[in-house]
T-cell receptor, first 114, second 114 residues
Framework: GDSVTQMEGPVTLSEEAFLTINCTYT??????LFWYVQYPGEGLQLLLK?????DKGSNKGFEATYRKETTSFHLEKGSVQVSDSAVYFC?????????????FGKGTRLSVIA | IAGITQAPTSQILAAGRRMTLRCTQD?????MYWYRQDLGLGLRLIHY???????GKGEVPDGYSVSRANTDDFPLTLASAVPSQTSVYFC?????????????FGNGTRLTVT
């Protein structure tokens, strides 16, 4: 079935470092792709999304480009801050699934140190 | 502030006891979901409801039941808790099922079954 695979964490970076969190997907078509973020003690919230190939989603300095050729949707940020410390989830809606909701990756924990 | 309210925030429960986790949303979303989050396993869907009066099974439904008597409420019941149900439980909603609507999450219920 449709699924996403994320790089395993945890990832620890110094403030202002460059961030990449890899996400690849397996899907029967070309679904929308999502990144969600979970800050400590909170539920997940949508960070960004892309609805078709070559689309770039962006929010709060984060970007991800939907690459059909490599079936990837890697999350990037040029200069991370301590406040970016969180768990990041890649997700997609499974097609032909009877309207069941998003399938999430296992999450990647990011810790940014000052 | 509009959103999803989960209760209780945390609970310690003896094995064999019955427990209902409450979830209420005030966004008039049609679809609601219950996930559990476990270290190393990410988010797994327990049950979902695409509209009031209907429910469906997710990836890990055994030992859990849900009801959707109205649009706003989606309680999750553990009929006879077991230690393997120790987890953080998240309720979520979306405007519609299956149309790539973003999911809105509550802040979770941390349940420990002893």
């Amino acid at each position: 079935g449709d699924s996403v695979t994320q790089m395993e964490g945890p990832v620890t970076l110094s403030e202002e470092a460059f961030l990449t969190i890899n996400c690849t997907y397996t899907a029967t078509g070309y679904p929308s792709l999502f990144w969600y973020v979970q800050y400590p003690g909170e539920g997940l919230q949508l960070l960004l999304k892309a609805t078709k190939a070559d689309d770039k989603g962006s929010n709060k300095g984060f970007e991800a480009t939907y690459r059909k050729e490599t079936t990837s949707f890697h999350l990037e940020k040029g200069s991370v801050q301590v406040s970016d410390s969180a768990v990041y989830f890649c997700a997609l809606p499974p097609l032909n699934s009877g309207n069941t909701p998003l399938v999430f990756g296992k999450g990647t924990r990011l810790s940014v140190i000052a | 502030i509009a959103g999803i309210t989960q209760a209780p925030t945390s609970q310690i429960l003896a094995a064999g006891r019955r427990m209902t986790l409450r979830c209420t949303q005030d966004m008039r979303h049609n679809a609601m979901y219950w996930y559990r989050q476990d270290l190393g396993l990410g988010l797994r869907l327990i049950h979902y409801s695409n509209t009031a009066g209907t429910t469906g099974k997710g990836e890990v439904p055994d030992g859990y039941s849900v009801s959707r008597a109205n649009t706003d409420d989606f309680p999750l019941t553990l009929a006879s808790a077991v230690p393997s149900q120790t987890s953080v439980y998240f309720c979520a909603s979306s405007d519609k099922a299956g149309d790539n609507s973003p999911l809105h999450f509550g802040n979770g219920t941390r349940l420990t079954v002893t």
